[in-house]
């Protein structure tokens, strides 16, 4: 039996303060399907995905509806396209991408990762084939999202990588002008990627996991702002430590919601558990953000003095709760700050709280990166590698993962506003200093040597 | 030893299970389960007693009546079947059915009617007052077994119906949902 209390703050969490389920990814993986005959590698591929699949949307629906907790997203992760098709030329990497989204299609979810390659040490002909294939491949499909992992704690930055994602990402964005450089929301480029995110649009199954696996990402900013808000009104007089307790009890209930629907999923589609993503992912709703977070805790925005620690402190009551709620935490689990997607930061952005750098900055202390920033279209290429290669050695040397998916609108420039639709948002395209000069520092190449505490062994 | 259930209404003060259970003591009987609950200020308790063989249910009642005298006190007993052991069945999945809005009389009738003609149980009716002055703050909620062999789309699709009609606001949820998030 449950008391009143009980009942009202469940009913609350999913009334008011928009707690779901944000994504139920189904992993599968691939490399039994290799094939040097495209043919036969997209029918097996195709076999392979449906004969997993199909009943993955109807599954999460029901078991959502059974809890009257929505399952926001369902998706497909699959193993990285760059291994498991490693025979075939970039123009046989774009017809895999179009048999991909449609797949994806057919089983109808609305996005499937793993058209991925991991380069973080050197570039095999299959990474090679791939990379050249994104812009193409991301611009003329819909469903389908890539990463590129160019950085590791234990081997280093890959330059070469660096500068060549930064092409591609110029290239797709002017590939997909129409819509504002779409194509480049749909790809990450990561120092030291999870094998098991279940969020997009980094999400791609690792070699090391099962035939397959399902991953939850859980949310609920809109829960910890209220949480916090509710324990404010009462104690005005709290302190941040007391503060960061509640955060963190807050994370731990969220998360078991998260474990009990990814569990009876799994059960129903007889497919292993994986891990419980505990990132705290906002929408671009009101009451749905991160920013807000910052809000509530005292802050005039996202951005201004305090935001690098009121984020810390936060990542990391958001990690305690999530590890005491489940013994099978992974993915990114943490503080997702993507300036589009949070209404709340992209107007931090537009009314100049927030800078690129403060919010590189931020990244030290959070999960992903520079995530969803629009920026002018005229960036050079070696602009936006300098950028990528700065947060990837956040992430090498700090041994986190960082990400960026930086989006160069065409012909728009800093402060105008673009639109990506849905769940992508809105923003105001960030400044970005200096951002068309050609310094030649990423167009040496090589690989910036792992830092010195990669030496564990 | 037989089995007979005691309830106690009252209007609630200091010292009525003392009274109560010091009655049952001297006449040897054993306490085995005991529930009590407090709706404003009325008292409500349930007392699961075995008693000696030498004891007949109306003994126990017309004892019970003159040890509670003058306190005001509503006495009732009555014989426990055995049928059954009060345990959830095998196949039971408990749900909670929530309803948000407007006070309105008939509001437990008709639902009650509707989960009463698909063969469902409620084994649970609790009223919640958030407080204030807020008109749609009245919270139903009214926890029920499912079974296997219950229509359970045709009676939550009704539930979901009736609440329309009523304007309320209504949640249908598994109880694990409530015990992943209050139970840790």
Redesign the interface.
């Known amino acids: 039996?449950?008391n009143?209390q009980?009942?009202?703050?469940?009913?609350e969490?999913?009334?008011n303060e928009h707690l779901d389920v944000r994504a139920v990814t189904l992993g599968i993986n691939l490399f039994d399907c290799i094939s040097h005959d495209l043919t036969v590698f997209k029918r097996n591929v195709r076999a392979k995905i449906l004969r997993n699949a199909s009943d993955l949307v109807n599954v999460c629906n029901s078991v959502g509806d059974?809890?009257?907790?929505e399952v926001v997203n369902k998706r497909i992760s699959i193993s990285p396209i760059a291994l498991v098709g490693a025979p075939f030329s970039a123009l046989q990497m774009v017809e895999i991408a179009h048999t991909l989204n449609d797949i994806a299609r057919e089983v109808n979810i609305d996005f499937l990762g793993g058209f991925s390659a991991l380069v973080e040490k050197g570039i095999a002909p299959g990474d090679r084939a791939l990379i050249e294939a994104l812009p193409e491949a991301l611009a003329q499909t819909q469903r389908l999202c890539a990463s590129v992992n160019v950085a590791t704690t234990r081997s280093g930055i890959n330059m070469d990588a660096v500068l060549d994602i930064s092409r591609a990402i110029k290239r797709a964005s002017l590939l997909s002008a129409a819509d504002d450089g779409l194509a480049c929301a749909k790809l990450c480029v990561f120092a030291n990627i999870p094998q098991d995110m279940p969020f997009m649009a980094g999400a791609y199954l690792g070699v090391g996991e099962a035939d397959a696996v399902i991953n939850v990402g859980v949310s609920g900013p809109g829960v910890v702002k209220k949480a916090i808000e509710r324990a404010i009104e009462e104690h005005p007089e709290l302190d941040l430590g007391q503060i960061a307790e509640i955060i963190k009890n807050t994370a731990?209930?969220v998360t078991?919601?998260g474990?009990?629907i990814g569990r009876e999923v799994a059960q129903i589609l007889n497919i292993r558990f994986g891990v419980v993503d505990l990132s705290l992912a906002p929408t671009p709703t009101v009451g749905d953000s991160i920013g807000e977070i910052f809000q509530s805790l005292g802050l005039t925005s996202i951005g201004v003095p305090g935001s690098t620690a009121a984020l810390a402190m936060l990542n990391d009551a958001v990690k305690k709760g999530g590890a005491f709620?489940s013994s099978h935490v992974g993915g990114l689990s943490g503080a997702f700050i993507p300036v589009s997607e949070d209404l709340n930061i992209a107007e931090a952005a537009a009314n100049g709280y927030l800078t690129i750098e403060k919010l590189e900055a931020m990244t030290c202390v959070c999960s992903v990166g520079l995530d969803m920033v629009p920026v002018a279209g005229d960036i050079s290429e070696e602009t936006l590698a300098g950028i990528i290669a700065d947060e990837m050695a956040i992430g090498m040397i700090n041994n986190k993962t960082t990400a960026t998916r930086i989006i160069p609108v065409p012909g728009k420039r800093a402060g105008e506003k673009v639109s990506f639709g849905g769940l992508l948002g809105e923003a105001t395209i960030m400044n970005v200093p200096h951002a068309t000069n050609r310094d030649v520092f990423v167009t040496r190449g090589g690989r910036i040597p792992a830092p010195i505490h990669s030496l564990k062994n | 030893m037989n089995k007979i259930i005691i309830t106690v209404l009252g209007k609630d003060r200091p010292g009525i299970i003392a009274s109560v259970s010091k009655s049952l003591y001297q006449m040897d009987c054993n306490l085995q389960n005991v529930n009590q609950m407090i709706l404003q200020n009325q008292f409500a308790g349930f007392f699961i007693v075995d008693h000696p063989d030498s004891l007949t249910i109306e003994a126990i009642s017309q004892q019970l009546e003159k040890d509670l005298a003058g306190k005001n006190l509503k006495v009732h007993a009555d014989v426990v079947e055995n049928r059954g052991n009060g345990k959830q069945k095998i196949d039971e999945e408990t749900f909670l059915i929530t309803t948000i809005g407007p006070d309105q009389k008939g509001l437990v009738a008709r639902f009650t009617e509707i989960i009463a003609s698909y063969g469902v149980n409620v084994s649970n009716l609790t009223a919640i007052f958030k407080g204030g002055d807020e008109p749609t703050a009245n919270i139903m909620s009214y926890q029920i077994a499912i079974t296997s062999d219950t229509d359970q789309t045709g009676l939550f699709k009704s539930l979901r119906q009736k609440a329309s009609e009523l304007g309320l606001d209504i949640t249908i949820q598994h109880k694990n949902i409530f015990k992943a998030i209050n139970k840790i």
């Not at chain 1, 009980?6 to 009913?11: A, C, G, L, P, V």
């Not at chain 1, 059974?66 to 907790?69: C, S």
């Open positions: 039996m449950f009143s009980e009942i009202i703050s469940t009913i969490m999913v009334k059974k809890y009257g907790i731990c209930k078991r919601v474990e009990l709620a």
